[in-house]
């Protein structure tokens, strides 16, 4: 692969990574003012998808649980492409890392809920993606019929 091409990837890559953090940090309320004082976790495990669920909210719930996912697939493809990873669970390893530095954020400037789900869910998402990523370059092996 050229390097002009890999630096194209991963200035792509640390535009996603912006992105990610505009979306759930750097939010339209961030502000320093409240600097750790509106922060809020929440360490029940899936308990406001179930809320959501039962109220019927599907488009909700679809958006925030898989959004949780696929928001982080990008995240764990890099790391296979880059070689940074030598086993899945080490995109897992760095999924959590990343996600726990952004529900960290989230709490010091009170930016959004820092959610264990949100942990359990974008680490699910890096190893989809490293996952992914892999099976893209596994070589394929067919028998005849």
Known sequence: MSRLRKRKITVLFWLYLLIVLRITVFRSTFTLQHL????????????????????????????LFFGNIIWFVPFGMYLQYRGKTRTLWYAAIYGFLFSLCIETMQYIFGTGLSELDDLVL????????????????????????
């Open 36 to 63: 750790c004082r509106n922060g809020k976790i929440v360490l029940t495990l899936f308990d406001g998808y179930i809320d959501l669920i039962r109220q019927g909210n599907w488009f909700s719930f679809t958006y």
């Open 122 to 145: 974008n680490t699910l998402g890096a190893w989809i993606g490293a996952l992914l990523f892999k099976q893209a370059l596994a070589p394929r092996t067919f028998s005849a019929p």
